[in-house]
């Protein structure tokens, strides 16, 4: 058995390469590497999950591994990702464990551990509960009265995580009209309660049927095309998209023109400079944010702080500079002052209060920030070790160099293996999308044949 965890926890097709079995040994073992440290006798453990049909199979035997192991579990039930990171801290909960595969289809699944500060789980941790299950490290389990139980909080611990929500802005959104996507996941459980919070704002919602297997079928922030349509359609002031776990948010102007990661940074990163609340006048991005915002943020004078991919990446980045705003292009976005982790919801009412505060339309905020043509293509590598020998071929390394040479300061370019699915993933940017296209499927066609 290969490495566990990956770039953001453990992935997997459920009962392919993720199943019960491996649910209850990571619940156990993650309960004796938390137990050192516990703030009472038993450790207690957050729970919470999306809407796929598997998501109650890996509840169960997680929750079965953790109370076998001596750990109590504070089951939140169908909750967004970063409600549980909140819960986590507000409850005083030793960890929280989030079942969840985010914006992936229906079969897989995945399960991601939060530290007690609502932090992503080290990598020292991760590696010590891996090491446990793949060499059998694990104590006996627990018997008698040593053995946890489970307290059922789900109800009232959303409400609590609504009510924080509600307390990170103050207004009313009066007269504004919105569409809200919310991919039949996690936050079909939330966003209604939360937006009916805001009586004076005019909310509607779609995509609130989880069924167990159309989460993010065609919709959400991944699938974004009806809610753009719909939105233009219907005069609505902006549409608010969601992942399947709700850490990612999405937009769209009154146009149904859409306004990504990289733009509501830039956005709300205008206003947190306005009000001098921009600490370090520093936005934290990514190797794969647009061109655009680099322009942006260089004609401002605002710093912009590049990571590799990943949330982790730029939250230890906010961590390390004491930054309060950074983010991915994807939607995942970071309000330090208010969470630890990407949260959707609060991203979708932090944009939303600066479009309301401005009195301008979305659609000009975002020209704000100009999106250069960016082109993705993914290309199927079936291994790990396929895409190491490919990142590290000659051949590769000559074609880069020699399409980052002729788009010269009008693009770039990017290839990197995903770090959650068997793919190299090829970018590039230039000011036209036939360029961009071009040299993108130039690339993959080089990658296909290594």
Do not use: W
């Not at 590497?33 to 516990?38: G, I, Q």
């Not at 953790?66 to 039930?77: E, K, Y």
């Not at 004076?200 to 991944?222: A, E, M, W």
């Not at 293509?377 to 070790?385: D, M, R």
């Amino acid at each position: 058995m290969g490495k566990l965890f990956g770039t953001d926890g453990i992935r997997g097709i459920v009962n392919e390469n993720l199943d019960a079995e491996l649910a209850f040994e990571v619940g156990c073992a993650a309960a004796q590497v938390l137990a050192r440290d516990a703030k009472r006798e038993k450790p207690l453990v957050a729970i919470g999950k999306d809407t796929r049909i598997s998501s109650d199979l890996l509840e169960g035997a997680l929750i079965a591994g953790l109370c076998s192991a001596g750990a109590d579990v504070l089951h939140l039930g169908v909750i967004p990702t970063p409600g549980v990171a909140f819960l986590t801290i507000a409850n005083q909960a030793d960890a929280g464990i989030v079942i969840s595969a985010s914006h992936n289809p229906f079969e897989h699944n995945g399960i991601k551990i939060f530290n007690a500060q609502g932090f992503k789980l080290s990598d020292a941790l991760e590696n010590e509960i891996e090491d446990m299950i793949l060499f059998n490290k694990k104590a006996p389990l627990k018997t008698c009265a040593e053995i946890g139980k489970v307290i059922y909080a789900d109800e009232q611990a959303s409400e609590d995580y609504i009510d924080h929500l509600v307390g990170t802005v103050d207004t009313d959104f009066a007269g504004m009209r919105i569409l809200i996507d919310c991919a039949n996941g996690a936050s079909a459980a939330t966003a209604g309660r939360l937006f009916d919070r805001f009586p004076k704002l005019h909310s509607d919602i779609i995509n609130v049927d989880p069924d167990g297997i159309n989460i993010n079928r065609d919709c959400g922030s991944t699938h974004i095309e009806k809610l753009s349509a719909m939105v233009k359609a219907g005069n609505y002031d902006m549409g608010i998209a969601f992942d399947g776990d709700a850490d990612r948010c999405l937009a769209v102007d009154e146009n149904g023109i859409l306004i990504d990661g990289d733009q509501v940074l830039a956005i709300c990163g205008t206003d947190l400079m306005r009000k001098g609340e921009l600490s370090g006048n520093t936005v934290v991005a990514t190797v794969m944010s647009n061109l655009g915002l680099r322009i942006f943020c260089k004609e401002r004078g605002v710093t912009l702080g590049i990571t590799p991919v990943g949330d982790r990446n730029v939250l230890e980045e906010m961590e390390r500079g004491g930054f309060i705003l950074g983010g991915e292009q994807s939607g995942h976005t970071i309000f330090r002052k208010f969470a630890t982790t990407g949260d959707g919801e609060l991203t979708a009412l932090q944009l939303l209060s600066v479009v309301y505060r401005s009195g301008e339309k979305a659609s000009k905020l975002a020209a704000m920030c100009v999106r250069y043509p960016q082109v993705l293509v993914n290309v199927y590598v079936a291994t790990k070790e396929k895409k190491e020998e490919i990142m590290a071929s000659q051949a590769l390394r000559e074609a880069i160099a020699k399409t980052e040479s002729e788009l010269a300061d009008t693009g770039r370019v990017l290839v990197r293996p995903s770090g959650t699915e068997p793919l190299l993933r090829v970018m590039v940017e230039a000011k036209e999308e036939v360029t961009a296209k071009a040299q993108a499927e130039s690339l993959a066609n080089l990658i296909k044949m290594l």
